[in-house]
């Protein structure tokens, strides 16, 4: 059984940093893109980043591009999102998701692995 399970979440102020964790279990971690998504109340699931199996390559939204950092440890199962220089509008749960393919997709129906997510607020 696929889980991934979030942490790092929790209220800040604008300009603070946090760090996300997505730990993996029950899939062959190091062959899975792994993807950031978030979605504030109201609004539809967006993309944030993501990471290729080796973590060679990444890709990020504009929103996010310059202040939030993906990474991942393939021997630990786990992936990370570290964010800096956080702002207001980054408010909102964010989510892990997996795919077992070498390309990743910026649409989360692509996506069949979820976690169920880690509330961040910035506040002003």
């Known amino acids: 059984q696929v889980q991934l399970v979030e942490s790092g979440g929790g209220l800040v102020q604008a300009g603070g940093s946090l760090r996300l964790s997505c730990a993996a279990s029950?899939?062959?971690?190091?062959?899975?893109?792994m993807v950031w998504f978030r979605q504030a109340p109201g609004k539809e699931r967006d993309f944030v980043a993501a990471?290729?199996?080796?973590?060679?390559?990444?890709c990020y939204a504009d929103s996010v591009k310059g202040r939030f950092t993906i990474s991942r440890e393939n021997a630990k199962n786990t992936m990370y999102l570290q964010m800096n220089s956080l702002k207001p509008e980054d408010t909102a749960g964010y989510y892990c998701?997996?795919?077992?393919?070498?390309?990743?997709?910026?649409?989360?129906?692509?996506?069949?692995?979820w976690g169920q997510g880690t509330q961040v607020t910035v506040s002003s």
């Open positions: 990471i290729s199996w080796s973590g060679g390559d990444t």
């Open positions: 998701a997996a795919r077992r393919s070498t390309r990743w997709s910026t649409s989360p129906k692509s996506y069949n692995y």
């Open positions: 029950g899939l062959t971690f190091s062959r899975n893109v």
